[in-house]
Every structure is written in C-alpha cells, then in structure tokens.
T-cell receptor
Framework: AQSVTQLDSQVPVFEEAPVELRCNYS??????LFWYVQYPNQGLQLLLK??????LVKGINGFEAEFNKSQTSFHLRKPSVHISDTAEYFC????????????FGKGTKLTVNP | DAGVIQSPRHEVTEMGQEVTLRCKPI?????LFWYRQTMMRGLELLIY????????DSGMPEDRFSAKMPNASFSTLKIQPSEPRDSAVYFC???????????FGNGTRLTVT
C-alpha cells in the first residue's frame, strides 16, 4: 500500500532559524506529492505540490520542497521561520495526481519560539 | 468567496444519539470530500462526491455512518447511533477538479460522551 511517512511528530525551532520537515513516500510508480499546512483551529491549506518537472518546488510563505526520487523523499524547507509559521504540516501523496486518493502523513507540529 | 463552511464548529453529544454534520462547499466546486482527523489515525478520507454523486465511500467506517449530497451546495454526514470512538474532528473539503487543490473547511469537533 502506498503511504507517506513524516519522520518527526514535533519540531521546535527558534524564530529566524532554518527548518526542514521530513517526508518519505513509498511507491514504485509515478508520484504526486503535496504539502499542506493546518493552523490552529483551521482546516488544511495547500502549501505546494510536485506533479512533474523541476524537482525543487516553491510554495507560499517562503516554503520550498525538493523531490528526490532516489531517496523517495519530499522534504519541506524554509531558510528563516517566523512565529506565524507555528502550525501542523502534512505531507500527502497521490498516485494519480488528483485529490481522490490523497494519502496524508500523520503530520509534523512545528513550533517556532521567540 | 466565503470558503467551505461547516457547521457546527463543536458538537458534544451522548453515546447513542444521532449526530448530523453539515457542509457547504465553495460555489462551482464539483468535488466534495469528508475527512476525519484523530490523533491515532491522522487524516482519513471517509467519502467523496462528484456532482452530488457518491464516488467512493470505502473509507466510511461502518453502517452507522452515512453521507448525502442533495444538491451542489450542501452535504451532510450523519452518525447514528454515535459512539465515544467517533470523537474526532471532521473536515469537509471541496475542489473544482480532481487535480485542483483541496479547500478545507474549519472542521467540526465532535465529542461523544
């Protein structure tokens, strides 16, 4: 079964520090990968997605992710975080590129401290 | 655009009672999804609709759960009878196309005592 694994359930960092949130997927076929963010008491919203093309994907709020097929990874990065980036981040995987079979990871809680 | 609207935001009920969760998708979106979020299992897709027709309900946990979409602007998720293990946050999401991003509502936090 296809799945995504988020290796860290919680990541605390200080403001203005860089951050990397890790995601690995398991699949041997074409993959389509997403990162969603959930702010407290809100629904999820799309940060970025990889469907094809350049392996470095830029998203909203200064986030970017790199698709690495050999390592089956899609890690999310930001060079300098803000307090407002405190949220839960979900990696998701779709075998067909669409929303109908999206499989979400368990999430990584990012806490940015002053 | 008001986004996906869910009601109520919080629901507390006793075991055995019927619970109805409501969702209004974004106007023009043809796909509607119901998800459940728990600490143990994360986000799980329960069911999704295309043009008001249920396409895949394989994620619905059991017969106590049912979902309807009587028209393009309204959907319900019903649990009857409710059980404590149904306690979770239930999200509705919509999208215009299958390859478009999901737009989530703010969720309904259900507590069954």
């Amino acid at each position: 079964a296809q799945s995504v694994t988020q290796l860290d359930s919680q990541v605390p960092v200080f403001e203005e520090a860089p951050v990397e949130l890790r995601c690995n997927y398991s699949s041997s076929v074409s993959v389509y990968l997403f990162w969603y963010v959930q702010y407290p008491n809100q629904g999820l919203q799309l940060l970025l997605k990889y469907l094809s093309g350049s392996t470095l994907v830029k998203g909203i709020n200064g986030f970017e992710a790199e698709f690495n097929k050999s390592q089956t990874s899609f890690h999310l990065r930001k060079p300098s975080v803000h307090i407002s980036d405190t949220a839960e981040y979900f990696c998701a995987h779709s075998p067909q590129g669409g929303s109908e079979k999206l499989v979400f990871g368990k999430g990584t809680k990012l806490t940015v401290n002053p | 655009d008001a986004g996906v609207i869910q009601s109520p935001r919080h629901e507390v009920t006793e075991m055995g009672q019927e619970v109805t969760l409501r969702c209004k998708p974004i106007s023009g979106h043809d796909y509607l999804f119901w998800y459940r979020q728990t600490m143990m299992r994360g986000l799980e897709l329960l069911i999704y609709f295309n043009n008001n027709v249920p396409i895949d309900d394989s994620g619905m946990p059991e017969d106590r759960f049912s979902a309807k979409m009587p028209n393009a602007s309204f959907s319900t998720l019903k649990i009857q009878p409710s059980e404590p293990r149904d306690s979770a946050v239930y999200f509705c999401a919509s999208s215009s196309l299958l390859d478009s991003p999901l737009h989530f509502g703010n969720g309904t936090r259900l507590t069954v005592t």
